[in-house]
């Protein structure tokens, strides 16, 4: 018997959860089919060392959903299943080779005592505009919202305010930081954030990313939900089945089918013909939707960007930090000598190179929910994002490169080699074999360099050439992240 739904999804990522959930609220039918065992995309919470240690695998920080749409939409049912936000009043850090560190803390004033008067200045320029800023992240552009943001824009600044607007978008990390911040801590503190938005410090458009990251932590912190990431999927999938709203893993898509030039159902790997009578939502990468689900369909010119490691460490006690006393309080520390460094490091990767001297972001979420791990145990969550596209990794080559990483690390942590219970590496081919979005390891799925973001990021818009099918997830706008844009921007659009 052929199965009948108005919504197939293909993928679990949270664009996927975020829009079955509204549309399922909404009343439509949903059925969301996940290749993997586990549902979740990018969001996973595993005991991936020893017991009693919940790492999150992939992301592990919720600001993106925290302060998004589909959160604002959906938080109080998600939080009546279970989801509980935890926050911090130390959100990041920079520990730099000397000893020296700088720290971005929750409000103005404290900022401005750590990073000097400068950031104020900061604050009072991004703030009267910070909607505008942010709408560009959480608007379908290519569409009559687009527009009237642009005209909002436009009779609020004017033309030459506009002009000059979106000409200070397009700034750099490395001129925004040198002309604003005499202090190379104050650099070197606020640079590695703009690896996160998946650009290097000297890419158009970091310094812009830079300061909506920047004023984003003060303003919201460092969110994690109790227990893991995987409660977010979790409260999900219990509200689209409480919706009866269907949520199936280890379905893969193989087709979307096409009749009559529109998009009618998918076929998964194991055969069954499963009807859309509304919409096909594909989260996949253009790679896939063009080169697989819709086959003979006009390939489209898609970059991926460099890969990543995750790096998961179980401590017999909490990581000692050398230096300020605060640094072991912090979420997310970064290690870097500063903006030379991290620009060195993007450089080196995108040459092919393992960098000298990596950017490592240590994240400790048991500073905010100590329910991660058993008492008085350390767990350390590591990424590194300036791995070489094309790398060829072996067993070997990820375990010695992690070696060189945690060396690194137990200069800053003199306890990390003596309290170190086990190790768990991931290399970019890893993570690939986990996530076929993550094309080559890249957790963004696709290169965020300007020709590839806001309205280049795949076609405008998220509808395909064939319609009723939708294309959704990280490789489209507003990109990668857990805010569920793309998810919840195609839901509020269908169910208009
Ligand atoms: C290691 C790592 C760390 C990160 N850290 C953070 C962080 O801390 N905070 C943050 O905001 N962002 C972070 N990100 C980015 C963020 O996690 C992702 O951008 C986001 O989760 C992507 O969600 P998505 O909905 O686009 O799809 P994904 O999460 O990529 O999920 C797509 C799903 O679709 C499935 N799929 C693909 N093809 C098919 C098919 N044909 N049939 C069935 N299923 C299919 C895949 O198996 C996958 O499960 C991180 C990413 C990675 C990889």
């Not at 569409?143 to 506009?162: D, E, H, Q, T, V």
């Not at 925004?176 to 640079?191: D, V």
């Not at 009618?264 to 896939?288: F, H, K, M, S, W």
Request: aromatic share 6%; proline share 5%; net charge negative.
């Amino acid at each position: 018997m052929t199965r009948t739904f108005d919504a197939v999804v293909v993928g679990s990522g949270v664009n996927s959860l975020a829009c079955a959930a509204l549309l399922a609220r909404g009343g439509w039918g949903v059925c969301v089919l996940e290749r993997e065992a586990v549902v979740g995309g990018a969001i996973r919470t595993e005991e991936l060392t020893e017991p009693g240690f919940l790492h999150d695998t992939f992301s592990a920080w919720h600001p993106l959903w925290v302060g998004g749409a589909a959160h604002a939409e959906l938080g109080d049912e998600l939080a009546a299943r279970g989801l509980d936000y935890l926050n911090t009043d130390l959100p990041t850090a920079t520990a730099f080779p000397d000893g020296a560190s700088a720290f971005l803390l929750r409000s103005t004033e404290e900022n401005v005592a750590e990073l000097g008067a400068e950031w104020r200045g900061v604050v009072d320029s991004f703030l009267p505009n910070a909607d505008l800023a942010f709408a560009m992240l959480g608007t379908e552009l290519w569409s009559r919202s687009g527009i009237l943001l642009a005209l909002k824009a436009l009779r609020r600044l004017g033309p030459r305010g506009l002009t000059e607007y979106v000409g200070g978008t397009l700034v750099s990390s490395r001129d925004w930081l040198t002309e604003t911040f005499p202090s190379e801590q104050a650099r070197g503190l606020l640079a590695p954030w703009v690896l996160h938005t998946g650009l290097g410090p000297d890419a158009a458009s970091s310094g812009f990313m830079n300061q909506v990251i920047a004023v984003a932590i003060q303003e919201g912190g460092m969110p994690i939900p109790r227990g893991g990431g995987a409660r977010l999927v979790d409260a999900l999938v219990q509200l689209i089945r409480d919706r009866d709203g269907v949520v199936e893993a280890g379905r893969d898509v193989e087709r979307v089918l096409v009749e009559h030039g529109r998009a009618a159902g998918v076929r998964t790997g194991d055969g069954e013909e499963l009807r859309a009578e509304r919409a096909v939502i594909a989260n996949v990468t253009p790679t896939q939707l063009y080169g697989r689900l819709l086959p003979g369909a006009r390939a489209l010119r898609y970059r991926y960007g460099r890969g990543d490691m995750q790096i998961h460490l179980a401590l017999s006690e909490p990581a000692r930090w050398a230096g300020d006393e605060r640094l072991n309080r912090t979420a997310i520390v970064h290690l870097t000598p500063g903006l030379d460094g991290v620009s060195r490091a993007v450089n080196e990767a995108d040459r092919g190179l393992l960098p000298e001297e990596a950017t490592i972001v240590v994240g400790q979420p048991l500073t905010i929910d100590p329910s991660r791990g058993p008492e008085g145990k350390g767990l350390l969550w590591i990424q590194l994002q300036e791995l070489p596209r094309g790398f060829a990794w072996t067993e070997e080559a990820r375990e010695r490169y992690a070696d060189r990483i945690t060396e690194r690390l137990a200069r800053h942590i003199p306890n990390l080699e003596s309290s170190l219970l086990k190790r768990v590496v991931l290399s970019p081919a890893d993570l690939e074999r986990a996530n076929v979005n993550l094309v080559g390891g890249d957790p963004y799925s696709g290169a965020l360099s300007l020709d590839q973001n806001f309205l280049w990021r795949t076609r405008p818009g998220h509808a395909t050439e064939v319609k009723r099918l939708w294309h959704i997830g990280a490789s489209t706008h507003p990109g990668p992240g857990l805010g569920a844009g793309s998810g919840t921007l195609v839901a509020k659009r269908l169910l208009r």
